[in-house]
């Protein structure tokens, strides 16, 4: 029988899991391998779910928590979509506020007899959060958070350097060097996903038929890690936009993104990863935002005018989520005024993380 191989993808929020994922599913296809995704979040209605699901790829997710939270729905998830397409590889990509995934993940899925064949835990960094860690200059973020971006790093069997593209040389040997000596049990690997670069020695190390290197669990203090996690306020809207004399849906997803980002740096709310997404029957639009010094960048632009689409927004900030709503839907308003759109929001979470609570910890 085939023994499905799980991947999975950590990293601190906007490192570029899910890039990775795509460009990492791009390989394997071309190899000839069938994968199927799963993705998550502590809400619902998440633009990497529909982002993904564009590339005609089998997409499953756990919502409304991380994995360790929601062990059974992930297990469960696994099961489905193995059924359903029997994969070569599933890559599923937990919260990037989440860590502790070897004891609460790794180990259980390994000692609860699932028929899966666990790859090593890869670990995504973006280098200008580790950066501010490396230098120790002032962070917009409290202890808290940097105590979990390192705990991230500390378990992971494969670090992602990722966003090699934005880096002198001379900076990427500087970050891989920290990253070989703070975490020598790690293989540090210096990749651009977006420049796909650099994945082929990735994927030669996750596609080895051969078990994960059974790290040890972290030892790691749980308060610590729910007051990063709380720190963060999280926003996720979903909403239809008409307009019947079409209008430019792209225009709308930046001057959106433009006016929520300048309203949280104006309050010196950091943003840890503000995502938009915006699709009209075939086509659509995704944009993202890792920081409020970071440029509004879009992944794909639709290029379009359209009557209808379908907004969906993820904000994860250093905010009070009333904040986060407040901001959101004033900037949806406005871009709604400026392109002689109407706007009906369908669902909005407002919220901040509650404290984790695994459901199995080895
Ligand atoms: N320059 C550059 N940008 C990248 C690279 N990989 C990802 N990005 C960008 O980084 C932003 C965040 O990427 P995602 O893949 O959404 O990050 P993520 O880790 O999945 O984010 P969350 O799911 O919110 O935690 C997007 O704008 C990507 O285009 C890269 O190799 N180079
Ligand atoms: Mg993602």
Redesign the pocket.
């Known amino acids: 029988m085939k023994m499905t191989k799980l991947v999975i993808i950590g990293?601190f929020?906007?490192?570029?899991?899910?890039?990775?994922i795509l460009e990492l599913t791009k390989m394997l296809r071309s190899d000839g391998k069938k994968v199927g995704v799963i993705t998550n979040d502590q809400g619902s209605s998440l633009v990497?779910t529909e982002y993904l699901k564009q590339q005609d790829l089998p997409v499953l997710e756990v919502t409304g928590g991380c994995f360790c939270c929601n062990f059974s729905e992930f297990a469960e998830r696994l099961s489905q979509m193995t059924e359903q397409h029997l994969p070569d590889f599933i890559l599923a990509?937990p919260v990037?506020s989440c860590t502790d995934l070897v004891a609460t993940i790794m180990k259980p899925m390994a000692m609860l007899n699932y028929n899966f064949t666990m790859s090593p835990l890869s670990v995504?960094v973006d280098p200008l959060r580790l950066w501010k860690v490396m230098s120790e200059s002032e962070s917009p973020f409290p202890d808290e958070i940097n105590y979990l971006f390192r705990k991230q790093l500390e378990e992971a069997d494969i670090i992602l350097l990722?966003?090699t593209?934005?880096l002198l040389p001379a900076e990427t040997e500087d970050m891989l060097s920290f990253l070989q000596h703070e975490y020598p049990g790690a293989d540090v690997i210096p990749?651009?996903?977006?420049?796909r670069k650099g994945l082929e020695v990735w994927l030669s190390k996750i596609a080895e038929y051969k078990p994960a290197t059974g790290k040890p669990s972290l030892d790691i203090e749980y308060d610590i890690y729910a007051r990063a996690e709380a720190f963060l306020g999280w926003l996720n809207l979903t909403a239809a936009v008409n307009c019947k004399d079409g209008f430019n849906a792209d225009s709308f997803l930046e001057q959106t993104a433009e006016a929520v980002k300048a309203a949280l740096a104006e309050n010196q709310n950091e943003i840890a990863?503000l995502?938009m997404y915006i699709v009209s029957r075939d086509k659509y639009a995704r944009l993202?935002c890792?920081s409020t010094h970071d440029d509004v960048?879009f992944?794909r632009k639709m290029s379009a005018c359209v009557n209808e689409a379908s907004l969906v927004i993820n904000i994860?900030a250093a905010a009070e989520p009333e904040l986060l709503h407040q901001i959101t839907e004033k900037a949806v308003g406005a871009a709604a005024q400026a392109h002689d759109c109407t706007v009906t929001v369908r669902e909005v979470e407002a919220f901040k993380p509650a404290y984790p609570r695994p459901l199995h910890r080895i």
Do not use: I, P
């Open positions: 990293g929020l906007g490192a570029g899991k899910t890039t990775c990497d990509e990037g995504v990722n966003k593209d934005t990749v651009s996903a977006k420049k990863h995502k993202s890792v960048k992944d994860r």
